[in-house]
């Protein structure tokens, strides 16, 4: 019948599942059986996952300390524009009622700061911050030269305004014996902050790099950023390999906060000696070098102590997410299976008549 | 002056360029090409920017140029655009070099055309209005002309107007008898100066009116003096005539349609959404810009200490005007440049889906189905009108000799070992015709008693067969190769001679006054006493010959109903036999001829004879007297049998039609053929069933007689319906009654509607057009016969208007062109001699039957994944354009994005068809330290993916996500297969049952149609052919000059022809040499 031979069929139209649209399919049929007992078990799972988040998140122990009032006295001095520079210290004791067990990490959270907005987080130069090149600083305006035509180090407004507040956190064990609770500065950041998207310059010596000194051409000389007391390689005079671009507390500040009220990290708790298991209870004061301005745009600024279960910190949010969705999902099987039964029950009978 | 001027009328003159110049006629040069090289880049730019998605981008683009606003990179924005204006740009311009080519082609063709007296091959192109052109035999016709002379005699040509009218018989046309007299004489031809005065351009085909003035006498011109462009000249060695319209100006280039931006229902509905979410996104834009304002305003402020903005260089309300457009910008995903990207792509593989099938490929002659628009595949799934030609598209145009009843006894059907009747198979062997040399070698028969018949010498079957040889118009000719070469008026004829001729009685050549046949061997010539010509109310056709033994006989064919009154009362059981037979062939599509002869003798034959010479003398009442003596010679017949001849329908028509319409698609069968034939293949492939309430056949000579029969036709059908509605049917029909409050949708039972194109053409003016259309719309079937190209296009064209349906074209011939490009979709059968259709069209295959998997399957198909597509596009849209709005409200409305719409967008316009495994290549390239290295300002991204993964958090909230999203969808989908189930959840549910009741039975092998229609004489025949045959005038000089002594002309030789126009002036006035059958 065919008068033309087969293989030129086969030549022109390739016989492939997916070329004749014949591809495998399968259709989910949703008998009630399975939807069911798909709808239990999920019901189930999230119950069970919402009750051990719910659990976890309550087993994290948090404090949380608003300095923005306690410290009042350091704002009204140097919200005077003399006095700006002029160093302001202020205590504040609490007593921690529990121990708080396993690894303790101090926060500074800042509320109403808003390090998201455009023209705030375009205003810094990676290019910079990598190491590549010190003048790269086209990005950063406002901040990009000082006045004598020195490019800023670091440049930009993220920069400029990064949190400069000492906290220092010390035991007090009787009234007059006080031990200052070790922390440590290291591993606060990102991995990938520290060991790709930040790094100094080359040189062994920090200062001399940053002050232009190797190079004798003027034009290597670098500015500091205008809000800042001291220079970038000037940052933790305990450790040197804890300045310029790789200072820790600078990397956490670099990175923007998503939500205008934002938490970061400030330090972790070196469990040596007294503090083996954690933070005993007892009475504790934080010693705050009080620098950053909150009160200017009426943001307010607070320590935070906080421990971690393996689900992150004391947030009830998903767990209580999730039992709801549980909840939820066993409601709706039963309603379900309420109206399944009642729908089969009328065909029967009407198959009956 | 003049091209400013509206042309009333035109005057040539011919063989005067100069004259004709100052009217400033357009030349034969014709332009199908929309660009030339310098002004593609312009035109083809103004025509994309047109699209409004290419628009909106364009002001996007601007828009991130301003640094103040811009708050996205602006490759984003014009890395797609130019890729989509590109890609465009290109395949406008292959499109517009292959037109460029083929008006190359047709403008650079040659013709002989008179130029200073000379005979001058000249392009068409140089061609001007009013020079004078020799044609020669099977030369394509370069412009419209108005015939001269010619070489036949009378100034007769003829012409093939398949290209026209898709009608592939042969016309002929005549010139007037003064210029006739030209004839080939170059001088006398470069001397003629007549001036034309006639109508203007038109697309009127079959219509021309014009004024020769030439030698002080006016001659008046019609259409059968013009040959038009497009045809071709046949069996005419040469002609001269003269060019009235050139190029554009010619009827052919009338009648080409525009073509037109075709474009889907899905594209209507995606431009009014974007306009929509373009409103939304102004909105979206508003509130966050006023927002900005009254953060700036109250929280801003203080924040300049970070930013060193000077006090009062930014108010916040133009901050907030600022905002507004960069949110424009950002949130500008939502309006979706790449959603027409994403369509076309999807869209073009759906084209290669239908390319690749294999199911749509037909094997005979290796043509598989092409998609040649690939932007249209989704609108195959909503069609609502079919609208289909006939010859060569729902039949093969081939006409095969299928049974006959002889005597009581059927010869045709082949029984095998059990005596049950079956289906002729290829296994079976035919009849053997090759030890006859005369044989048609396509012909084929299957059953052997027929032949064992004829050589034990049955009388009957003997004069039957001789009948078929003698009683017919056929005209023979001798090829060089000496093979017999019938030139048939109408294919059924063709048929019947050629299946005489292949059982031994052949039909060799006639004469006016005789016909000689050659029966089993022996030659015989028969002396053509008297030819009883077809008409319409005759509805048969006799001769009276003489036979070699000197008895005069009259072989009568005719339709069984009109035949049967005329027989002699012996045969009555013979009659019921046959009548039983007839029922038989007609249920099977068959059509049908009842064959019978009388035996008359000399003297009453004499008297008769010179009766009919009384009345054709007769000035009164001629014809009717004429018709009186027919009537009285054909009578007291003795019936033979009869014959049932196929109109082969395409492979698989019957099935595809009942699919198409169990689907609710409508099928309107519009050709140019005869009503009886259109009617017959109407039932042939069940679009006609014996089952319908009624038939309306409209078929008026004016408006006003149209409007009535279509009134009266509405109003009988609304009669039957209101008496329908008391019965039961109310009750199936509720439902749908509830849902639909059209009355049209409420009608019950089939009806059907035929009408010609006569009626058409009035039933198509303003007035009468709604009385059609809802009439039509009511009907289960309609046929429209005799219909011109244009009136297709024109029907297409009003249900496409007034009923906002989605409608397909689809057909073969260069007539069915203009219906094809005005439907919504357009089909061209391809593997025609043709190809016009295809180039025309939209999509093409080679079989009608494949039209059910295109709409069925791949259209079906193709809707669905698009409105899953478009809805899965939307929702990804907006779920991550509103991230950033929501995000508006924690950064103090600055613009900020919350998450990297560069590489998204990047992602969504380079990798649309998106595998995952490219998407996270290119995720973790992006974020590796290597191209940060490089890039660090760019690609600031690194070490989010690998910090945000790696918390278990996320992993819980992807979760919950995931279950919060999916759970209402499956109690959703569950809960509507329960409550509200589709039909195919109720089909998937019975077919389950059935499954698990029982293993499913083999199909039932279908049931012949039974059907107590007969078809009527229903061949595609034409009245006057029979006095062209007595008088003539079609004989060729080669042939033998006629033996006979009786040299007697029954009419006025040179009146013949204004017979022939007379009688055929409501048709089209031409009569058909139809297809040449080779032996």
Redesign the interface.
């Known amino acids: ?4 031979p087969q293989h ?2 086969s030549r ?4 492939s599942a997916l ?3 014949e591809l495998p399919i399968h259709r989910l ?2 008998t ?1 059986r399975r ?1 069911l007992f ?2 239990f078990a ?1 019901g189930i799972f ?1 119950l069970c ?1 919402g009750i051990i ?1 719910i659990l976890s998140a309550r087993s994290t122990q948090e404090i949380e300390i608003n300095y923005t009032r306690i410290c009042a006295n350091c704002a009204k001095l140097q919200e005077n524009a003399s006095n700006f520079d002029k160093e302001c210290t202020c205590s504040i004791p609490f007593y921690l009622s529990g121990k708080m067990m396993g690894n303790v990490y101090m926060y500074y959270k800042l509320y ?1 700061f ?1 390090q ?6 375009r ?1 810094r ?3 910079q ?2 190491g ?1 090149d010190v003048k ?1 600083v086209e ?1 950063c305006a ?2 990009k030269m000082s006045d004598n035509k020195t490019p800023i180090v670091p440049c930009g ?1 993220i920069a ?2 990064m949190f400069n507040d000492t906290i220092i956190l010390s035991h007090n064990i009787n009234s007059s014996v006080q031990i200052k609770v070790p922390m440590l500065k290291s591993r606060l950041t ?4 520290k060991y ?2 930040f790094q100094n310059l080359s040189s062994k010596n920090l200062a001399d790099e940053f002050r232009g000194k190797i190079h004798t051409v003027a034009q290597y000389t670098t500015t500091k950023p205008p809000n800042w007391p001291k220079p970038i390689y000037d940052l933790d005079k305990k450790d040197p390999r804890n300045n310029g671009f790789l200072n820790d507390d600078f990397i956490v500040w670099m990175r923007a906060a ?3 009220t934002f938490k970061k990290l400030y330090g972790r708790l070196n469990r040596t000696h007294h503090f083996i298991e954690g933070l005993p209870a007892g009475n504790y004061s934080f010693n705050i070098t009080y620098n950053f ?1 909150v009160t ?3 943001g307010e600024k607070s320590v935070v102590l906080s421990t971690l279960t ?3 910190g004391n947030s009830l949010f ?1 767990g209580l ?2 039992t709801v ?1 549980g909840a939820m ?1 066993w409601l ?1 099987s039963f309603a ?1 299976m309420a ?2 039964i009642m ?1 089969k029950n009328k065909k029967m009978s009407f198959f009956h008549q | 002056m003049f091209c400013f001027m509206v042309e009333v009328e035109r005057i040539v003159k011919a063989n005067d360029r100069e004259y004709n110049e100052k009217f400033q006629y357009a030349d034969n040069r014709i332009h199908t090409s929309k660009y030339n090289i310098l002004t593609f880049l312009p035109i083809n730019l103004f025509e994309q920017f047109q699209r409004v998605a290419n628009a909106y981008f364009l002001c996007l683009l601007i828009l991130q140029l301003i640094p103040e606003i811009s708050s996205l990179t602006w490759f984003t924005t014009i890395v797609p655009l130019v890729l989509v204006i590109t890609m465009t740009a290109v395949k406008d311009a292959t499109d517009d070099y292959f037109r460029h080519k083929s008006d190359n082609q047709v403008n650079n063709r040659q013709s002989e055309v008179l130029i200073n007296s000379k005979l001058q091959n000249e392009k068409w192109m140089n061609v001007k209005v009013g020079d004078i052109i020799k044609l020669e035999n099977n030369q394509f016709v370069a412009a419209d002309l108005l015939l001269l002379s010619s070489s036949e005699p009378h100034g007769l040509c003829y012409v093939e107007t398949a290209e026209l009218d898709g009608e592939t018989n042969l016309k002929v046309r005549h010139a007037l008898s003064v210029t006739s007299e030209l004839g080939a004489d170059i001088s006398r031809l470069a001397g003629f100066d007549g001036i034309v005065v006639c109508e203007v351009p038109n697309n009127k085909l079959d219509k021309f009116m014009g004024i020769l003035s030439w030698k002080d006498s006016k001659h008046s011109l019609n259409n059968e003096k013009i040959i038009l462009r497009g045809c071709i000249l046949r069996n005419t060695s040469w002609c001269f005539g003269m060019v009235i319209f050139a190029g554009p100006d010619t009827k052919l280039m009338q009648n080409s349609g525009k073509t037109k931006f075709k474009r889907t229902s899905i594209d209507r509905l995606m431009n009014t959404l974007v306009l929509w979410i373009f409103g939304f996104l102004i909105c979206l834009g508003i509130i966050l810009a006023i927002g900005n304002s009254i953060w700036e305003s109250q929280t801003g402020d203080q924040f300049r200490t970070f930013l060193f903005w000077n006090e009062g260089e930014k108010s916040s309300v133009f901050s907030g005007f600022l905002t507004f457009w960069s949110y424009i910008i950002i949130l500008n995903t939502v309006v979706p440049i790449s959603l027409y990207v994403s369509v076309e792509v999807i869209r073009l593989g759906h084209s290669y889906f239908i390319n690749w099938d294999r199911k749509m490929y037909y094997s005979r002659k290796a043509i598989p189905a092409e998609a040649r628009t690939t932007t249209l595949n989704e609108e195959l799934g909503q069609i609502e009108y079919i609208f289909s030609d006939k010859t060569g598209t729902l039949t093969q145009n081939i006409m095969t000799f299928k049974r006959c009843s002889i005597n009581g006894r059927i010869y045709g059907e082949v029984h095998d070992d059990l005596d049950q009747k079956t289906e002729i198979t290829q296994e079976k062997e035919p009849v053997d015709f090759s030890v006859k040399s005369q044989a048609d070698r396509e012909f084929q028969f299957f059953d052997h008693n027929l032949m064992e018949s004829i050589k034990m010498g049955d009388p009957k079957v003997h004069e039957f067969l001789r009948l078929l040889a003698l009683c017919h118009t056929v005209m023979s000719e001798e090829n060089s190769a000496g093979e017999l070469i019938y030139q048939v008026q109408s294919p059924d004829e063709g048929a019947l001679v050629t299946a005489a001729r292949n059982f031994g009685f052949i039909f060799k050549s006639r004469t006016p006054e005789t016909i000689t046949i050659e029966e089993l061997g022996t030659l015989a010539t028969y002396q053509l006493l008297a030819f009883l010509d077809f008409n319409n109310t005759r509805k048969r056709m006799s001769v009276i010959v003489r036979n070699p033994e000197g008895q005069i006989k009259l072989y009568s064919k005719g339709a069984d109903t009109i035949l049967f009154e005329k027989l002699h009362p012996s045969n009555e059981v013979l009659l019921s036999l046959t009548s039983d037979h007839l029922s038989e062939f007609a249920g099977e599509g068959l059509r049908t001829l009842a064959i019978a002869y009388r035996d008359l003798d000399d003297k009453y034959f004499k008297e008769w004879h010179k009766m009919l010479e009384d009345a054709n003398a007769a000035t009164e009442e001629r014809d009717e007297r004429i018709a009186g003596l027919y009537e009285e010679i054909e009578r007291d017949l003795m019936l033979l049998g009869a014959t049932a001849v196929e109109d082969k329908l395409q492979e698989g028509v019957i099935e595809t039609v009942t699919s198409l319409s169990l689907a609710n698609i409508k099928i309107w069968v519009l050709t140019g053929d005869k009503q009886e034939t259109a009617i017959n293949i109407g039932y042939a492939c069940n679009m006609l069933t014996d089952d319908m309430n009624d038939v309306f056949v409209i078929a008026g000579n004016n408006a006003v007689e149209v409007r009535e029969e279509l009134r009266k036709a509405k109003q009988n059908l609304f009669g039957q319906n209101r008496n329908f509605s008391n019965g039961h049917v109310v009750c199936e029909k509720k439902q749908q009654l509830e849902l639909d409050s059209i009355v049209e949708e409420t009608l019950t039972g089939d009806y059907a509607l035929i009408i010609n194109g006569h009626s058409l053409a009035h039933a198509l003016e303003s007035d009468v057009k709604n009385d059609l259309l809802e009439l039509a719309c009511m009907c289960k079937t309609v046929i429209c016969c005799r219909v011109t190209p244009l009136q297709k296009a024109q029907v297409v064209e009003l249900v496409k208007k007034y009923r906002n349906a989605v409608t397909l074209a689809i057909g073969d011939g260069a007539n069915d062109v203009s219906m094809i490009k005005s439907a919504h979709i357009g089909i061209g059968i391809s593997g025609q001699e043709g190809l016009q259709a295809v180039l025309a069209s939209d999509y093409s295959f080679a079989q009608f039957r494949y039209l059910q998997r295109l709409l069925l399957v791949h259209g079906r198909w193709s809707y669905f994944r698009m409105c899953k597509f478009l809805c899965y596009f939307f929702y990804k849209n907006f779920a991550f354009t509103l991230v950033h709005f929501w995000f508006g409200f924690f950064c103090g409305f600055s613009a900020q994005i919350a998450l990297d719409t560069s590489y998204w967008t990047f992602i969504n316009h380079v990798f649309i068809w998106g595998s995952i495994a490219i998407y996270f290549s290119i995720l973790f390239t992006m974020h590796s330290n290597g191209i940060f290295g490089i890039f660090p300002n760019q690609f600031p991204f690194v070490g989010n993916a690998r910090h945000s993964l790696t918390q278990k958090c996320i992993w819980l909230v992807i979760l919950l996500t995931t279950v919060a999203s999916v759970m209402p969808v499956v109690a959703f989908r569950f809960l509507k297969v329960d409550l509200y189930p589709t039909l195919s959840d109720q089909i998937r549910r019975w077919q389950k049952a059935q499954k698990k009741a029982r293993p499913p039975s083999s199909r039932r092998p279908r049931t012949r149609r039974s059907s107590s229609r007969r078809s009527g004489y229903a061949f595609a025949h034409q009245e006057g052919y029979g006095e062209l045959i007595t008088s003539g005038k079609n004989m060729r000089a080669k042939n033998p000059p006629p033996t006979s002594g009786l040299e007697k002309t029954h009419y006025n030789s040179t009146s013949w022809i204004e017979n022939l126009c007379k009688k055929t002036t409501d048709t089209v006035s031409s009569f058909s040499q139809d297809k040449t059958v080779k032996l």
């Open positions: 019948m065919e008068e033309r030129c069929l022109l139209l390739d016989n070329k004749q649209q049929y949703f009630a939807v798909v709808f999920t999230c996952m988040l109403g808003y998201n907005l455009y023209l705030y987080i205003s130069s990676n290019r911050l990598v590549k790269a990005d406002p901040f407004a400029n305004s990102w991995w990938t902050d790709v998207k998503a939500f205008p301005p200017r745009f009426h393996w689900c992150g998903l997410a999730y969705t999902t709706a379900m109206i399944h729908l």
